[in-house]
């Protein structure tokens, strides 16, 4: 009796551990967490979207409250936003990730730190997984490319001839 009633317990304890095994195994996504959509562009879409890359790389884009159509997205501004680091103007990112493979898109979004007002911190240290970067990457390249590049980026001791907002304003300019 005691010999039955060991190999069930013995049985019993090596299905729960499986179970667990099996539970945890679908329940814990390994890596870094990540946009689930029903396909890349769909999830590059979202990140887009709720990262705030049309403030800035869409022109008009807070004017319309958010409703121009994806045909208009990313496509830079002539704009610039002006601070300590000179004046920054947001590139057309529908003609630049056309230009750059996918691996050296995520490489940048890893390696840059410049002193603009890009969030960079944002993407960089792992804060956002390769997955998503590469979502991001296939949706704007999904758009196709269109518009113009945006100025080149100034110097601080070089006034704009184009629009531009103060960043960060000098002292005195309140």
Not at 24 to 33: Q, T
Request: glycine share 10%; charged share 10%.
């Amino acid at each position: 009796m005691f010999a039955r009633s060991g190999v069930w317990a013995l049985l019993s304890a090596a299905c729960a551990a499986a179970a667990i095994a099996w539970c945890a195994r679908g329940g814990v996504a390994a890596g870094p967490p990540h946009v689930e959509a029903s396909s890349q562009i769909a999830a590059g879409r979202y990140v887009v979207q709720s990262a705030g890359c049309n403030d800035c790389h869409t022109p008009g884009w807070a004017v319309s409250n958010g409703t121009l159509p994806e045909s208009a997205w990313l496509t830079g501004s002539s704009v610039g936003s002006r601070g300590p680091w000179g004046t920054a103007y947001p590139p057309n990112l529908r003609l630049f990730a056309h230009a750059l493979p996918v691996t050296a898109w995520v490489q940048l979004f890893r390696t840059s730190n410049g002193p603009g007002p890009m969030p960079w911190w944002n993407f960089s240290h792992g804060k956002m997984s390769d997955r998503d970067l590469a979502a991001i990457h296939a949706f704007i390249r999904h758009l196709g490319p269109a518009g113009t590049a945006a100025p080149i980026d100034l110097p601080p001791n070089v006034e704009p001839s184009t629009a531009y907002t103060w960043a960060v304003p000098p002292a005195g300019r309140h």
